[in-house]
Nanobody, 126 residues
Framework: QVQLVESGGRLVQAGDSLRITCVAS????????MGWFRQAPGKEREFTAV????????DYSDSVKGRFTISRDNSKNTVDLQMNSLKPEDTAVYYC???????????????????WGQGTQVTVSS
């Protein structure tokens, strides 16, 4: 079972940029799509971004499209989420997740992910 560890979350001001990182414990994570999800207090976990196993395709929620960029470095087993123009409504715990099945482009459906990190808190103050 792969272990995922997120880091980089912190308190920032509206308009700031922040980069958070997910590190996978084993190299086979490079053959799976990887996603970022977030959960704000009192709300359900929601899809944020996903990158295909090869890094060739990405998808974003409408709320972050144009501001966030997902990327991966398979040589380092890492997946990053670059967040620009942060807003208070981006405040949440951010989780990375590994897709259930190899060699696909990824999904917005959290049920299609079977490994999750513990999350990293991002707080955006106004």
């Amino acid at each position: 079972q792969v272990q995922l560890v997120e880091s980089g979350g912190r308190l920032v001001q509206a308009g700031d940029s922040l980069r958070i990182t997910c590190v996978a414990s084993v190299g086979t994570a490079s053959t799976y799509a990887m996603g970022w999800f977030r959960q704000a207090p009192g709300k359900e976990r929601e899809f944020t971004a996903v990158i295909s196993w090869s890094g060739g395709s990405t998808d974003y929620s409408d709320s972050v499209k144009g501001r966030f960029t997902i990327s991966r470095d398979n040589s380092k087993n890492t997946v990053d989420l670059q967040m620009n123009s942060l807003k208070p409504e981006d405040t949440a715990v951010y989780y990375c997740a590994r897709a259930k099945f190899r060699y696909n482009s990824g999904s917005r459906n959290p049920l299609l992910y079977d490994s999750w990190g513990q999350g990293t808190q991002v707080t955006v103050s106004s």
